[in-house]
């Protein structure tokens, strides 16, 4: 009999997309073929987000395209993954009779038997020829739930199934314990839990040996590592023990939260070279009264007070965040303070969100009282913002030369290439060339595009004069 093939769409975060990668591994060491399209497969799997509605519907409008497939195919297995799976359980169970799998992500260890559990049951209701086949009466009755079980942090990764051959994911911690009002992880998410030192050292070497040279870290709440072990372990720590892999040559962590950003830390991130020079420490508002609504537990103040620290010991690092406009009660004046705090940070990045309320969270028992005409208008401004100092770092960059890491194709011109420089900034530069592909290259920046900078890759011994990054000189 051929191998049963699987196809996987993973919405959200990247937690979500390792989470994949590690589902895909587990069902591969099962003997399950990856299908060329998702009408080919026979078990369609939808790692889902929770985070904001919009991510929700988007599961929501694909599930109705999967009931119409499972009509003529019912032994198709549909199964939902992820967040959603977590928080749509019940109604699922209930209402979703084309859903035969809903798994949390606490759940993922053995994912690989749920599947073989849902694939199995299904090719025995089509042979039995029920009549109500398809009937919530049949496959609603069977639908396998399983919110707790084995966390996909203890499966044993195969190193093999990753997208990129150089670059790697590497999940530190799972869930979160932080008290942030709008936030629906903790609840989808759970408590946070650390994964042993060893453990990770362990993962990150056998990657590092099967071609991996960039790691990134990966953490609700990254920089908090450690606190739940007991052990007096950080992430300080940790990045330390990763930075004496000698093949790994660039290592990051996402996604930091304000309050953990300890002496220590900063300490670790000004002494390692090879850490990315990137931090993604989300603000969310630059408004005091936003914050303290938010629970977010800093102030403005000491949110600057603490960048400020990092960039005294290690200027050449840029800063990304987060924003969510339209939070509840957000006046203007808040607003106006979240741009004042852009524009005097200057970050390199920023994502921005229009707040959308999550039921179950604490800040969904509050009125949504900011009208999306006004929180499209501020996201637009927020971005606008953003766009205008993201161009003047990358004008200034022009003339430099920048050590690029590269991915591959860019997506806009395939005859280029595209990568990232240690600041996380991309770079496309001519020729496009497989064995370039996983490199790192040095490439002067002749121009400045709006999310992007363009360049020219240089030869051996211009690479000689000095790839590294030129400290980037546009802070103001
Ligand atoms: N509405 C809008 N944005 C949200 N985020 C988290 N929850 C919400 C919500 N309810 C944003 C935050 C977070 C990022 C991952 O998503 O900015 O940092
Ligand atoms: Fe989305 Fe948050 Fe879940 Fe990631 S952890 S998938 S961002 S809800």
Known sequence: MSAPKYHLTSYGCQMNKLDSELVESKLRQRGYQLAASEGEASVVLINTCSVRQHAEDRVWSKLGQLRMRKRTEPQLVVGVLGCMAQEHKQFMLARMPHVDLVVGPSAFGDIDQTVEQARIRNLELVSKQRPSLGKRKVLGAGVVAVDLGVSGDTIVRDVKVRPHRSQAFVSIMRGCNMPCTYCIVPTTRGEEISRPIADIVEEASRLCADGVTEMTLLGQTVNAYGRDLGTGVTLARLLRALHEIPALRRLAFITSHPNFLSADLIAAMAELPK??????????????????????????????????????????????????????????????????????????QSYIFKYSPRPGTVAAELADDVPLAIKEARNQELLNVQEEITQRQHIALIGSTQEVLV??????????????????????????????????????????????????????????????????????
Request: hydrophobic share 40%; glycine share 8%; net charge negative.
């Open 275 to 348: 850490l990315a020079r990137y931090l993604h420490l989300p603000v969310q508002s630059g408004s005091n009264a936003v914050l303290k609504n938010m629970r977010r537990g800093y102030t403005v103040e000491r949110y600057l007070a603490r960048v400020e620290q990092l960039l005294l010991a290690a200027p050449d690092f840029v800063l990304h965040s987060d924003f969510i406009v339209g939070y509840p009660g957000e006046t203007d004046a808040d607003f106006a303070k979240t741009v004042a705090l852009v524009l005097q940070v200057q970050f390199a």
């Open 407 to 476: 991915e591959g194709p860019s997506q806009s011109d395939p005859l280029r290439l595209s990568g990232r420089t240690a600041h996380h900034r991309i770079v496309h530069f001519d020729g496009f060339s497989e064995d370039l592909v996983g490199r790192y290259v040095p490439v002067r920046i002749r121009a400045a595009l709006g999310h992007s900078l363009l360049g020219d890759k240089l030869g051996e011994t211009d690479a000689e004069q000095g790839v590294h990054d030129k400290v980037e000189s546009v802070r103001v």
